[in-house]
């Protein structure tokens, strides 16, 4: 299997400079480059330099795929704008994990899969996942709940371990969100087990909204004014933090926290009924299929001897295949008996035929 590696950054708030353009282009000549965006590919050989410090250099956002099994997602955010406490409880040691970096917080999400994940496209997924660094600046943290659900696997941690602060918005998922979690290949079941404790997401009314801004001092409207005339970055992240300190209550927790050890057995209870919902349906369809056959069994024997009478591998193989569900029918009908009496006119009548006898005993269709 061949290598292959993806690196893809992002500005979000500016674009690059033409000065920073010829510094990236240096970095490498498969560089891949537009006023706001970087992707450097990789089938054999390696980035050159370290991904996350040329993330906080230049970028916003980062991802990265490999096809022996890493798959990581970086995001860069103003130092001022992140509060380290209220993120500190959805890290992970070595795959969530927020790390200081001069004016800004590197924000860094990294699994590794040891049977690697073969060939993968990287194209378009960052832009797909691009929002979650917005809903974090806005506190909105169901991004980081899911990356921390992701850790959660029996022997990875202390299964009495509690769950993180559950934020709410989790049975209503948004395209990145949706997106995450299948970058990340995290458990569905799990997914759905966790938002049974989550609540509505709260948002400030456009009232509430202008009385904050009314809160404000003429002094600190202005400054806002000032730096919006001259395009100040990550203005509304900040405004909207400020208006959050006025207007937004404290989000209300769930009055217990829930173990890893249950979050792991509700997922198993949603998975096991999915398991036995998905047999009913099966077997639904397979009991249809053979009651549509029944209405025309003898038309289907008639088949079965014209498919022989071609005498080549397919048309042997579909009247094996249409014999297994004929002999299905006769389950159904408990009519065994005559099914297996004419199969033995077919061993019988075709026995020199030595590719089809084989076929019939490969399918357990014997005499």
Not at 67 to 77: I, S, V
Not at 244 to 264: A, C, F, W
Not at 335 to 352: C, D, G, M, P, V
Request: proline share 4%; net charge negative; hydrophobic share 35%.
């Amino acid at each position: 299997m061949s290598e292959y590696q993806y690196y893809e950054f992002q500005t979000i708030d500016r674009p690059l400079t033409e000065r920073e353009r010829t510094e990236i282009s240096e970095i490498s000549s498969r560089v891949a480059l537009t006023p706001s965006q970087a992707v450097f590919t990789y089938q054999f050989g390696d980035f050159r330099g370290d991904p996350e410090k040329v993330l906080a250099r230049y970028f916003d956002a980062m991802i990265y795929l490999a096809n022996w099994g890493t798959k990581q997602l970086m995001f860069r955010f103003p130092r001022t704008l992140i509060d380290l406490k209220q993120v500190e409880p959805y890290c992970v040691e070595d795959s969530v994990e927020f790390r200081l970096s001069g004016h800004y917080v590197i924000l860094d999400i990294r699994f590794d899969k040891e049977e690697g994940i073969g060939w993968v496209e990287g194209e378009g997924l960052l832009s797909s996942l691009i929002e979650l660094r917005d809903d974090i600046l806005r506190q909105d943290y169901r991004a980081l709940y899911l990356a921390r659900l992701k850790a959660i696997s029996p022997g990875d941690m202390d299964e009495e371990t509690e769950e993180p602060p559950v934020p709410p918005g989790l049975r209503t998922l948004s395209s990145a969100l949706r997106a995450f979690i299948d970058l990340f290949e995290i458990d569905p079941h799990l997914v759905s087990a966790a938002a049974q404790s989550s609540g509505e997401e709260e948002s400030a009314s456009e009232e509430a909204l202008r009385q904050a801004i009314g809160r404000l001092s003429p002094e600190e409207r202005d400054e806002y004014l000032l730096r919006l005339a001259r395009g100040g970055p990550y203005l509304s992240a900040e405004f909207n933090a400020r208006l959050r300190e006025i207007v937004v209550k404290p989000r209300r927790e769930p009055k217990t926290r829930r173990t890893v050890s249950q979050l792991l057995a509700d997922a198993a209870q949603k998975g096991e009924r999915e398991r036995r919902k998905r047999e009913r349906e099966a077997e639904a369809k397979r009991v249809k299929a053979i009651e549509a056959l029944a209405r025309r069994e003898e038309q289907a024997w008639q088949e079965v001897d014209t498919l022989i009478q071609k005498s080549n591998a397919k048309g042997y193989q579909e009247a094996v295949q249409l014999l297994s569900n004929l002999r299905e029918v006769a389950a159904h009908r408990h009519t065994e008996a005559i099914f297996q009496k004419r199969l033995n006119q077919i061993y019988q009548q075709y026995r020199s035929r030595h590719t089809l006898m084989d076929r019939l005993r490969r399918a357990g269709l014997t005499q």
